[in-house]
């Protein structure tokens, strides 16, 4: 799944890019991506708790396949057809599937192992998605290099048909707790309720906002900084997009053997921070391989942020509510990350691409420093509710 998503986003990315020159466009590929995330993913995670979460991934994923299937046949016909907004719409509707799908992803993890295992497991899928979001784009580039966009997206559209006949044979446990004469909206206020009481989950969210509108955006700006600052083409840019995936491989394959993790927020913090860091160093280096060496070691960062974002929010809500907790972990991540495009690519195309990412990570860790003092997140261990606090 995660490597025909990648593919997609950096062949219709190197495509804007090269069509209109735009850094701000290219922001708008990201803007459009996770613009329906705030209006889908408080809903979606209700879904995930009461509705069986195969159909959902299944739906989702048919409804990939065909968008993919409809650009292609734009492409094939005549790419000077293609505009900029049939790449926005479809890159919309790949953001507004993933927004449905995500809560029912992460959670039947849970469905699948116990929780004694969770932190395995999710490290195991992070390693999963590590490997596509690393194979997609280096693919993509190649294929942009030797043969025309319309071969590189029959490339996806064969992949997202695969995945799509794997979801139909899969097999999950139903663990659904939620009760169906419970009002929506009253099902909704009692999850944000409760997060909003619990502060080792308020400061994850806060967190996970910070990250996605200060330093995340970064990865959508790769193939610019790739073609005009370090002056590749799309085979290197491909590789580049996909350098933070070998350190988040390595970090995830740490992670998945690892026991008895009780600070999970500090791992979720210092991977925070480690990400920033890198990131500005990043995009001031002069040389590929020093970005590429950057990017890497920044991926182990990427790692102990995204495995340890999953496990509080599973492991610090009840069995019943935690649909509706990931919904609400992709409704801040839908928040910070257009947000964040959109300001990137607006203070990109007016200045730098390296001046607008270094003010962005800059702010963003400032920004960091008031959850080490005014939440648990770092300075205490993760205890989970008691089971009697699962309210519907």
């Known amino acids: 799944h995660e490597f025909a998503r990648r593919m997609e986003l950096l062949v219709l990315s190197w495509l804007v890019l090269q069509v209109t020159d735009s850094y701000f466009q290219l922001g708008l590929i990201l803007v459009f991506n996770n613009l329906p995330r705030p209006i889908l993913s408080l809903f979606s995670g209700i ?39 049939h790449v926005f719409l479809a890159i919309a509707i790949q953001g507004a599937t993933r927004a449905v799908e995500d809560p029912s992803r992460r959670t039947a993890i849970m469905d699948i192992v116990c929780e004694r295992r969770l932190v395995n497991a999710l490290s195991l899928d992070v390693i999963s998605n590590t490997v596509g979001k690393m194979a997609g784009p280096i693919l993509g580039g190649i294929l942009l290099d030797t043969v025309d966009f319309s071969g590189a997206y029959a490339v996806v559209l064969a992949v997202h048909t695969v995945n799509l006949g794997m979801i139909s044979r899969l097999r999950i446990p139903s663990q659904q707790t939620g009760r169906l004469e419970t009002p929506v909206l009253r099902s909704l206020g009692v999850a944000i309720t409760y997060a909003v009481h619990s502060p080792m989950l308020v400061g994850m969210l806060y967190v996970t906002i910070v990250m996605n509108a200060m330093a995340f955006p970064v990865q959508q700006f790769i193939p610019a900084i790739g073609r005009d600052h370090l002056g590749v083409g799309a085979t290197l840019v491909g590789l580049l997009v996909a350098a933070d995936g070998f350190g988040q491989l390595a970090g995830a394959g740490l992670m998945s053997m690892t026991s008895g993790v009780r600070y999970h927020g500090r791992v979720f913090v210092a991977g925070s921070v480690a990400v920033m860091v890198l990131t500005i160093l990043f995009v001031w280096s002069p040389w590929y391989a020093l970005a590429f060496a950057l990017l890497a070691v920044g991926g182990l960062g990427q790692s102990g942020f995204s495995t340890m974002q999953s496990a509080i929010t599973m492991l610090a809500a009840p069995q019943g509510m935690r649909g509706r907790m990931m919904g609400l972990l992709s409704f801040c991540i839908g928040v910070g990350t257009p947000l964040g495009g959109l300001e990137m690519g607006a203070l990109a195309a007016a200045f730098t691409i390296q001046i607008a990412i270094s003010a962005n990570i800059l702010v963003g860790l400032v920004l960091i420093i008031p959850v080490l003092a005014l939440t648990p997140l770092v300075s205490r261990p993760l205890i989970q509710p008691a089971p009697a606090t699962a309210e519907t």
């Open 47 to 85: 879904l995930a708790d009461r509705v069986n979460r195969h159909h959902i991934l299944f739906v989702a994923q048919l409804v990939n396949t065909l968008t993919v299937a409809i650009i292609l046949a734009i492409i094939a016909i005549d790419i000077e057809l293609l505009k900029p907004w």
